[in-house]
Nanobody, 123 residues
């Protein structure tokens, strides 16, 4: 079992930046592929980015490519999401998730989830 706690959300103006962190505790962090998802009000949860166990492979949604970067520090049991050039449509609750299986863009292939952190981008 792993526990995930997100932080770093907040209110930012369009064009600004935020860095989200997700701290993991429990089983060996490097055993998990990690992902970030988001859910806006009235919408389904959607994939944002994912990173492999060794950080050698990353995936990003087309909507965030070139603006968001996922990274991880296995020594600190933490995964990050650097978000630049934020847009109002990026407003959502952002969740990190851990998968014991493999790197995936599908939320149903992740085993553990954090409680989420709110990101609000004003125009």
């Amino acid at each position: 079992q792993v526990q995930l706690v997100e932080s770093g959300g907040g209110l930012v103006q369009a064009g600004g930046s935020l860095r989200l962190s997700c701290a993991a505790s429990g089983r060996t962090f490097s055993s998990y592929a990690m992902g970030w998802f988001r859910q806006a009000p009235g919408k389904e949860r959607e994939f944002v980015a994912a990173i492999s166990r060794s950080a050698g492979i990353t995936y990003s949604a087309d909507s965030v490519k070139g603006r968001f970067t996922i990274s991880r520090d296995n020594a600190k049991n933490t995964v990050y999401l650097q978000m630049n050039s934020l847009k109002p449509e990026d407003t959502a609750v952002y969740y990190c998730a851990a998968s014991l299986r493999y790197l995936s863009r599908r939320s149903d292939e992740y085993d553990y989830w954090g409680q989420g952190t709110q990101v609000t981008v004003s125009s």
